[in-house]
């Protein structure tokens, strides 16, 4: 960290210590839930009804599948990226604040590993039996 | 890392008097954490269920269907279609735009308003079509 300049001052500094990708890269992942969740919202009040029946036929499609791969894949980023500014404002104490973030990562990745298996385990077997 | 204690803080919620515009914030990240935690969980389980098989998938939908569930459930859809709201006010508010006082009060009540129209729309078409 410099002494001399205001930008040499404050570089690094902040509650995460970096921040400027990471604002970009979180409008640009939420960019893309935004149609996807349409969609799923949309799609979801088109079904006839909830049950197994119904939602696995639907999950069953390439299309259905492929976008509900991808709004999993971008939304659990976005919760990742969206949390961790949560803890870096809220968690003061830094050791608290750095494990709270390896749990969020975690589990965030664990979450959006189950639900995209269980999507491609749907698409791949077919149809319900 | 040393914190000095003796350093004024920034003000906080309990100093600002409460507008809009402050509430759509702070509740755009409010909703933001329930879905992370509430919202998450329940997607997880709808999909891990749905692929584990009926049985599975039955005592999913039981739960989701209980009074409970469906009082989470309209919770739930009012947080998502609050933070997509809010999202798209942040997008503006980025670009530079809807700083002005008036027009930012304007669109923080139409957020606010607006989202619970759009969660009684999606509701009202759920029990009426179900």
């Known amino acids: 960290m410099g002494t001399g300049t205001g930008i040499g001052r404050v570089r690094g500094l902040g509650s995460s210590g970096v921040g400027g990708a990471h604002w970009a890269t979180e409008r640009m992942i939420s960019l893309a839930t935004l149609p996807l969740f349409v969609w799923f919202v949309v799609s979801l009040l088109r079904l006839p009804d909830m049950s197994h029946t119904t939602v696995v036929n639907w999950l069953s499609s390439p299309f259905n599948a492929v976008l509900m791969v991808l709004l999993i894949a971008t939304t659990f980023v976005h919760l990742k990226q969206g949390m961790q500014v949560v803890l870096d404002d809220y968690v003061h104490d830094e050791g608290t604040r750095v494990l709270s973030n390896v749990a969020l990562v975690f589990l965030s990745v664990a979450g959006g590993a189950a639900a995209i298996f269980a999507v491609l385990q749907i698409a791949f077997r077919g149809t319900a039996n | ?130």
Do not use: C, Q
């Open chain 2, 1 to 130: 890392m040393h914190r000095n204690t003796a350093r004024p803080l920034s003000p906080h919620l309990t100093i600002w008097r409460w507008g809009p515009h402050m509430a759509v914030s702070i509740l755009n990240r409010v909703t933001g954490v329930g879905l992370s935690i509430v919202g998450a969980a329940g997607f997880v389980w709808w999909l891990v269920a749905a692929a584990t098989g009926a049985e599975a998938y039955n005592s999913f939908l039981d739960v989701a269907t209980s009074w409970l569930g469906i009082l989470v459930g309209v919770g739930l859809t009012w947080a998502l279609v609050f933070h997509t709201g809010g999202g798209i006010r942040h997008y503006v508010l980025d670009i530079g735009a809807g700083y002005e006082l008036r027009t930012n009060r304007r669109w923080s009540w139409i957020t606010i308003i607006g989202s619970f129209v759009v969660t009684a729309a999606i509701w009202a078409y759920i029990l009426g079509v179900k």
